[in-house]
Every structure is written in structure tokens, then in C-alpha cells.
């Protein structure tokens, strides 16, 4: 036992050393394999893999880079995705919703052109084909709007206006519609001038869409519009007093051809909103909707000034 | 090497490694004392060496394996109470290499305290002055029975940890740290190559002078039969099933 | 290329004489939401525990990204993140210290994923809070995050929103649909609560003792949940001039060039087929389709119905 104890303490510090280098090739090989079989699966087309590394992994960087593309990567493929789907939503409404007042309208003009009905029906029939063409055409005008917004398509002319004027004048057109509707109406709009960089077409169709919304489907008979305007934004917000719409309809009455009766009554084409929100949107702005239910519904609208 | 790192990483902010390191210091500091306070003709503190033997009796006879003992039980036993097992296991970390992290956990708490109480001592036989043999050579006498305690004790103490990955709570590991250095208490020669704190204590004479001094009065100047070969081999033996088993038992566990 | 993320074969676990998961065979479709539905203690977390290897199986097989698990640990749950039941983190440390822990064990798929994770799930970065001061609900969002810090293609959650409020189970929610369509994730989520998954998953798994009682996709589900009359006939619009001008039925829809439903489920149907027939419509068949999905799963789970 006379082994000097400092050689030995030498000897065990160079064995840990020559240990430590081996591990540390080990895993510097066993990541380099993960790598590849990684990138193999990338390359087979699943750019939800990843590699991991560890901060002190001598193949951090590369480990890194590769992640950034396959994220890249996978987030192109589902913007892809994403769009064919929405084409083949319209597809299918456009099969569904168009089929069903087609077809009716076919009803109708077929008996008249045989002759099943006569004299007052007959005109009775063709008032309510002619209806039916109506609404139709109306319906593939808002579905064609959508797919254009929807895309990203539709040119947004911005200009300075008065805000104030503008609302003005759309309200203005309104009054005969909601009185002939037997609504009553409030609007509070301040007097003095507000100047906003807005696309005057998009805002009235906002607007429009919204007021349309309340006449159609709130079933109320009273409606508010209110301004509240301030340094950093303008706050427009529209309420009835109808029969609102419950808490489990509320996160999706912006999605498109969502409609709350889920028996899908034939009036409305469940574009409005969706039409509003990307309108909106465009706008920078934000929309958002309140509601008791029984108590009416409040739409809210947020415009910010410096767009 | 990462999962030792993160194993230190999971104390920060506990309270019981502060508590321990706070028990050492008084310890170190109560040995210090005593060398100041006897005098330097007494044969009791008349060297160098009989302070660092002093502080390292204190440490490593009945301190050291309790605290080691408990420690490991907390560091096994809490993975399972906080529920974070699960979350390791899926990383994926092996049963195996967290039971040799843990372990390795323990063996640097060991070798922390004891160059503490080293460390204590050199500053401590400075400040009590008086020794004559203060030097390089005793200095690193002294630092290897440091290190070899450090280093050994934990290896005496894998079967308790055993037994701290067998039960599922505290109090058996705890009470077995107890009952396993009863008889070491009792008749440390005797059981020397046998039970493994007493094997560790049979290495420590063939490391300096002075720790044969110790030993011999810990003792009681039995005779030792067992030679250091059969104390090593006996501990090496008793460690390496114990680890075996461990991994064993641990492998089979299911919660 | 086979597309199934996980599937299970015959998957079986007895605790001693007791059977908590019975012949069971899962089939996760890649990119999905697979909701797991089942009362407290009907096995979802053995199985989802068996998945993950966390406990032995009795009998059958488990394959992940279309191999055995077993053996292949390090190379497959890198790829998964997961959380079963409460998540168990280190209390005397930080939520982000606690995220380090394991970011460091695990490795990361880019140099800044704790601030990422923490960011998505809502918690503060620099933050002195403890774990063990935690709120449940922040102790479960520590647990997504943890899920989530590797961006893994796969995520097992076992009840992820257990403990939350109800806005947070709405965020919650919110964001794993999210990860699924933006980010391209496989899900495979638990819930004791019906409309939870109803509006998360889009394939569903029924399971009550241990049983796997159906397995169905949630389109087709919802499908059953409507209430209609479905309607086959040889003249489409025929059939909707005789609808609407002698029934005065304005809610109906048309599927494809002979069959449509009618949302009002009322209607004389004995009537309408009489006055078909009168106008030499032959009348396919008729039935009257109404389900609710509490109905349904009553009827699947033998009149228990699910929480």
C-alpha cells in the first residue's frame, strides 16, 4: 500500500476527464442521428417535428435553424389548408344555400308555365318568384362580397371624412325604413366635426349591415345608436331591444352562416356579420357583441382615430 | 451531467440544505473552540493533527451519516410528493439515471460539508495558534481524510438509500439511519469489512498519522483484524448491490 | 403513409381482479382534436397513462407515430408533451425556474421557448411568485406550459382545464383549438364535461368502465343533434311549392336533387305526403330525425348519461 495517494488523485482526475469527453461525443452522436431522422420525416412531409437541444449542446445552432424552417415551413402548408377549406365551405353553402330558393323558385315558375294556376294566384305566384330571384340575387351579391374579403381581395379607398356627417347621412336614409317597420329610434350624434381616415363605401355597408341585422332578426321595436368619441378612438355602439341572443350563440355569431335558430329561418343569409367583422377589421377596428337575453343585444364598434 | 446540474438547481431556496450547512459550521466552529480553549501541552490538542481529527470525529461519526441518510430520503421521497416524477419520466429520464444523479447529489453534499469543516479547521488552528506542525504536509494530510470521508460515508450509506426508494414516506429510511449506526457505536472493530460505516473506518488509519490516533481512540485501541483490501472490497461489494437493487426497485415501481 | 398519431390495440389494465381499461382501441388522427369523454373514473387517465408508457400494460399495444413505444422512449416522447393529472412542479422554486428545470433536461426547439410558453399561457416571465403560492388555476397553466415548451407534435391532456375559471376555460380552449389549426398539433384531450369537448374535439372517444363505447367523428355527431324532418322525393321543386303554398313552410333547406329537410318538425307529415302524392310526387321516404347530444350519449352509456 505504498501508492502515492496524489498520483492516485491525478490518475482519477484523467479518467474522469477521458470520461467526460467520451459522454460528451456520445451525445453529440446520438443528437447528429436524431437530426437526421428528423429532417427525414420533415423531408417525408410532417413539418410539425422538431429537434431539441439543450443549451449546452454543441449542435444547438443547427438544431435551431432546422426548427425555424420546418416552422416556416408548416405554417405555409396550413395557410394552404386553411384556404382550401374556405373554398370548399363555399362551395358546399353555395350548393345548400342557393339550391333551396332555387329550386322553389323553379316550383313556382314551373306551375305557372303549365298552367296549374290562373288569375290572381297566378300573379300572386309570379310576385313571390320574382321574391325569390330577389333574395337569391342579393344573397350571391353577399356571398361574392365575402369570398373577395375573405381573400383579401376587395380595394379599400381610405379618405379623410367626417365622421360625424357620415353617420348622418347613412341614419338619415334609415328613418323611412325603421318608421314604415314601426321602430322607434334614438341616435345621439355629436354636432361637431370628427375627422377619421375611413373608406365611406365599407363604413355604410358596416353600418347598413348592422341596422339590417336589428330590423331582421332582434325582434324588438326600439333602436340606439350611440357615439362616444375621444382622442385615440371612436366608440360606436348599436343596441335594440329585442329578444338578444343567448350566451352559447354569442362567441359565434361573427363566424360565417352561422344563424342563431338553428331551424334556420329563411330570411337572412348568415353573411352580414361575417361581411361586418372583415369590414371592420380592414378598418383596424374591433367589433364585439353584449346581450340579455329578452333584454336586447348590443353591438359595439371600435374605430381607432390614427389608423 | 445536465440532470446534476438541474438536481442543485431544484435546492435553490430549500431550507433544510441551508439548516445543514448552518449545523456543520457549528460544528467546525465547536472543535475550533475547543482547540483554543485547551492548551497546547495537553496531549489532547498538542498537534495540528488532533484538531482536524476532533472536527472530523464530530462530523463524520454521527452527524454526517444522519444528515446524508436524510437527505437522501427528502431528495427521493419529494420527486414523488410534488408529483414532478411524472413529468421527468416523459422527458424522457430514466429511473436509473435519477437514482445516479440523486446519488451523485449526495456524494458532492458529503464532500461540500467535509472541505467545509476542512476549511474551518485550517482558519480555526490559525486563529487558536500554537501549533507547531501547521504545515503544508499535515495541511494536506488532513485535506485527503477530508476527501476519503466525504467520498466514502455516502457509499456507506447507499443500502439506507435503499430503503429510501423502497418505502413511501420519511419515517422508515430515518429510523433505519438510526439503527444502522447503533452497532457502529457499539463495536466499530469488530464489524469492520462487515457493516460498511465501520469498513469506512477501517480505511481512514492508512491515510495520516493522525487519523490512526483518532481511530484508535474511537476504538477503544481494539486490535483491527480487517485489513483496509477487505474493508474496501466489503464496501465496494455492499455499495454496488445496494445500487443494483435500487435501480431494480425503482424500475419496477409504478404509481 | 398511415395517419394515425396513436392507436391502441386491444389495450388492457387489471388492477389485480379489477379491469379499469377493457380491450380498448383508440385511433388519434394526425392534426386532430381527439376528445376522450368519460365520467370520473372511467379509465381515461389509465389509458392516456398507458400511452405514455407512465404504467405497464396487461395486455394489448400501443403504437405512437406508428411504432411501438417501448424501447424508443428518447426518440418519441421528445415529440409529446403532455400533462396527467395535476401537474407536479418543485414549490420552493419560480414558475419560470421550474420551466428551466425541464427545458434544460429536455432540451428546447428554439432559444427562447420558457418566455414563449409562459407568454402563451398568460403567466408573467419575471415573477418572484413560488409555486407553492400558486393558484390551481396557475399551477394547471404552468402545466400547459410545460406541455408546450418543446412545441411537440403531440399533446396528451389529461383534463387540461380542471381548476380554472370560467374565463380561463374559455382561454383555455381558445388556444388548444388554436394550436390545432394554426399550428398543426395532434390533441388528444380528456373531459368528464360534455360540452367541453363538443366544442373542442373533433373526433370523440366514449369511454365508461373502461370501455370504449363508441367512436365516432364529432361532425357526424353534431349531425344527429339537429332536429329535422329528412324528406326523399323524386321532384324537388314540386315539392317545396306544395310545402310552401299549402303548409306555408318556409324553413327547409335542400340537400342534393332529391332529398330535403324541414326544420319544423311539427308538420302534419301524413298531410304533406297526401298532397305530394296529389301533385304526382312520389314520396321515397320520410323520417323524422331529433337527437340531442345528451340524448345520444344517454343512449350510448345505458341511460347514465355523462356529468
Not at chain 2, 461519526?61 to 427528502?74: D, R
Not at chain 3, 347530444?293 to 355523462?306: P, R, S, V
Request: with cysteine.
Amino acid at each position: 500500500m505504498n501508492l502515492n495517494p496524489f498520483l492516485l488523485i491525478a490518475l482519477c482526475t484523467a479518467l474522469l476527464a477521458v470520461l467526460f469527453f467520451i459522454t460528451k461525443l456520445r451525445r453529440v452522436r446520438g443528437q447528429l442521428s436524431i437530426i437526421e431522422e428528423a429532417l427525414e420525416d420533415i423531408k417525408s412531409g410532417n413539418p410539425n417535428r422538431r429537434v431539441l437541444a439543450r443549451k449546452s449542446d454543441m449542435t444547438k445552432r443547427i438544431c435551431y435553424a432546422i426548427n425555424e424552417i420546418a416552422v416556416k415551413n408548416q405554417s405555409q402548408l396550413i395557410q394552404q389548408k386553411q384556404s382550401e377549406q374556405a373554398y370548399k365551405r363555399l362551395m358546399t353553402s353555395l350548393s345548400h344555400d342557393v339550391k333551396t330558393p332555387l329550386a322553389s323558385l323553379f316550383g313556382y315558375l314551373d306551375a305557372v308555365e303549365n298552367g296549374l294556376v290562373a288569375g290572381e294566384e297566378k300573379e300572386a305566384y309570379i310576385h313571390v318568384a320574382v321574391e325569390k330571384a330577389c333574395h337569391l340575387k342579393h344573397f350571391v351579391e353577399a356571398l361574392f362580397e365575402w369570398v373577395k374579403l375573405d381573400a383579401k381581395e376587395q380595394i379599400f379607398h381610405f379618405e379623410l371624412c367626417d365622421f360625424n356627417e357620415l353617420i348622418r347621412n347613412i341614419v338619415a336614409e334609415w328613418v323611412p325604413t325603421l318608421e314604415r317597420n314601426h321602430f322607434e329610434y334614438d341616435f345621439d350624434i355629436p354636432e361637431d366635426e370628427y375627422f377619421l381616415r375611413i373608406d365611406p363605401h365599407s363604413y355604410t355597408r358596416i353600418l347598413n349591415n348592422l341596422f339590417q341585422n336589428v330590423l331582421m332578426h332582434s325582434g324588438g321595436n326600439k333602436l340606439i345608436l350611440k357615439l362616444l368619441e375621444n382622442e385615440q378612438q371612436v366608440e360606436i355602439i348599436i343596441s335594440d331591444n329585442g329578444k338578444g341572443i343567448s350566451s352559447s350563440d354569442i362567441p359565434h355569431i361573427f363566424e360565417r352562416m352561422y344563424q342563431c335558430d338553428s331551424s334556420r329561418s329563411a330570411r337572412g343569409n348568415g353573411l352580414g356579420l361575417s361581411i361586418t367583422t372583415e369590414l371592420v377589421n380592414a378598418h383596424n377596428g374591433k367589433i364585439k357583441a353584449d346581450s340579455n337575453p329578452g333584454m336586447g343585444a348590443t353591438f359595439t364598434i371600435l374605430f381607432p382615430k390614427a389608423l | 451531467m445536465t440532470i446534476i446540474f438541474t438536481e442543485i438547481l431544484k435546492w435553490k431556496r430549500n431550507k433544510t440544505v441551508w439548516g445543514i450547512s448552518i449545523l456543520t459550521a457549528i460544528l467546525g466552529v465547536f472543535a475550533v473552540e475547543r482547540a483554543c480553549s485547551i492548551s497546547r501541552s495537553n496531549p489532547l490538542m498538542d498537534s495540528f493533527g488532533d484538531l482536524y481529527t476532533l472536527a472530523f470525529k464530530n462530523l463524520t461519526s454521527l452527524f454526517l451519516p444522519i444528515v446524508l441518510g436524510m437527505f437522501a430520503t427528502t431528495l427521493f421521497f419529494d420527486e414523488q410528493k410534488n408529483d414532478t416524477l411524472k413529468g421527468l419520466l416523459i422527458i424522457p429520464v430514466s429511473k436509473a439515471q435519477l437514482y445516479f444523479s440523486k446519488i451523485a447529489v449526495v456524494i458532492l453534499m458529503s464532500l461540500g460539508l467535509c472541505l467545509f469543516t476542512f476549511v474551518i479547521c485550517i482558519v480555526g488552528g490559525l486563529i487558536a495558534g500554537g501549533f507547531t506542525d501547521l504545515n503544508t504536509e499535515t495541511i494536506l494530510q488532513a485535506g485527503l481524510l477530508f476527501l476519503a470521508g466525504g467520498a466514502l460515508i455516502p457509499v456507506a450509506m447507499l443500502p439506507i438509500i435503499f430503503l429510501a426508494t423502497l418505502s413511501k414516506g420519511y419515517i422508515l429510511p430515518i429510523g433505519a439511519v438510526l439503527l444502522y449506526l447503533v452497532p457502529v457505536v457499539l463495536a466499530p472493530s469488530q464489524l469492520m469489512g462487515l457493516h460498511p460505516l465501520a469498513s469506512v473506518m477501517g480505511i481512514y488509519p492508512h491515510i495520516s498519522p493522525a487519523a490512526i490516533e483518532m481511530v484508535n481512540s474511537w476504538t477503544g485501541n481494539a486490535v483491527i483484524t480487517a485489513s483496509p483490501m477487505t474493508c474496501s472490497v466489503s464496501l465496494l461489494a455492499i455499495g454496488i448491490i445496494s445500487t443494483i437493487v435500487s435501480v431494480i426497485v425503482l424500475q419496477k415501481k409504478t404509481f | 403513409m398511415c395517419s394515425y398519431v396513436i392507436e391502441t390495440k386491444q389495450l388492457i389494465k387489471k388492477y389485480g381482479e379489477q379491469t379499469a381499461v377493457n380491450a380498448v382501441n383508440i385511433h388519434v388522427e394526425k392534426g386532430r382534436i381527439y376528445g376522450l369523454l368519460g365520467r370520473n373514473g372511467a379509465g381515461k387517465t389509465t389509458i392516456m397513462k398507458m400511452i405514455l408508457g407512465l404504467t405497464p400494460v396487461t395486455s394489448g399495444e400501443v403504437d405512437v407515430f406508428g411504432q411501438n413505444i417501448k424501447g424508443r422512449e428518447k426518440r418519441v416522447y421528445p415529440r409529446i408533451g403532455a400533462i396527467i393529472e395535476t401537474p407536479g412542479f418543485y414549490p420552493n422554486l419560480t414558475g419560470r425556474e421550474n420551466l428551466e428545470i425541464f427545458a434544460r433536461l429536455r432540451g428546447t426547439a428554439a432559444p427562447n421557448a420558457v418566455k414563449n410558453a409562459l407568454d402563451i399561457v398568460g403567466l408573467p416571465y419575471r415573477d418572484k411568485k413560488l409555486f407553492s403560492k400558486y393558484s390551481l388555476g396557475m399551477k394547471q397553466r404552468l402545466g400547459i406550459a410545460n406541455a408546450i415548451l418543446h412545441d411537440p407534435e403531440l399533446l396528451i391532456l389529461d383534463e387540461p382545464t380542471n381548476g380554472l375559471d370560467p374565463i380561463g376555460i374559455a382561454e383555455v380552449r381558445d388556444f388548444i383549438k388554436d394550436l390545432s389549426t394554426e399550428h398543426g398539433k395532434t390533441i388528444l384531450i380528456s373531459s368528464h364535461i360534455l360540452s367541453e369537448i363538443a366544442l373542442l374535439a373533433d373526433d370523440i372517444g366514449i369511454i365508461d368502465h373502461g370501455v370504449l363505447l363508441e367512436e365516432n367523428g364529432m361532425e357526424a355527431l353534431k349531425r344527429k343533434n339537429s332536429k329535422y324532418i329528412l324528406l326523399q322525393v323524386s321532384d324537388i321543386p314540386k315539392t317545396s311549392l306544395v310545402l310552401e303554398r299549402q303548409f306555408g313552410v318556409t324553413d327547409y333547406s335542400v340537400q342534393d336533387d332529391h332529398s330535403l329537410r324541414i326544420y319544423n318538425t311539427s308538420l302534419d307529415m301524413a298531410a304533406v305526403n297526401k298532397a305530394l302524392v296529389v301533385q304526382d310526387v312520389a314520396v321515397i321516404s320520410s323520417q323524422l330525425c331529433n337527437d340531442t347530444l345528451e340524448d345520444y350519449f344517454k343512449k350510448i352509456t345505458g341511460g347514465e348519461g355523462i356529468a
